[in-house]
């Protein structure tokens, strides 16, 4: 189970047909990867985070619970900015926002 499956992320972009569905694929995994990215998250941590596990080595449930709710927010964020935004998207004021929102995430608050 990933973090985010591409019929979510359809249903979050209100994109009803399949004929999105390789750009939204690529769109979600480009947001996903810079929200690791701007998080700070190791590969390691990224699998620990997109996995369907309720624990592991490095976070404990509660933990984990937290840090996905938080990252799902960001990926969707992202999702969707770069999804309304494909021609002139800003990349540097969504990198930004994201900051923002990975805040606890990228200081090890979490």
Same mark, same amino acid.
């Given at each position: 189970m990933a973090l985010i499956s591409l019929d979510e992320a359809k249903g979050y972009l209100r994109v009803d047909t399949a004929d999105e569905d390789a750009?939204?694929?690529? /769109? /979600? $995994?480009? #947001? !996903?990867r810079m929200c690791a990215d701007v998080a700070? *998250?190791?590969? @390691? !941590?990224? $699998?620990?985070?997109?996995s369907d596990?309720?624990?592991?080595?490095?976070?404990? #449930? #509660? @933990? *984990?619970t937290a840090i996905r709710e938080t990252m799902r927010v960001a990926v969707l964020y992202a999702l969707g900015y770069l999804f309304e935004h494909r021609e002139e998207a800003d990349h540097h004021a969504l990198t930004l926002t994201l900051r923002s929102i990975l805040f606890g995430i990228r200081e090890g608050v979490v």
């Open positions: 750009m939204t694929g690529i /769109l /979600l $995994a480009s #947001a !996903q700070r *998250l190791t590969p @390691e !941590q990224w $699998a620990d985070i997109d596990k309720c624990r592991s080595d490095r976070y404990s #449930a #509660a @933990e *984990l």
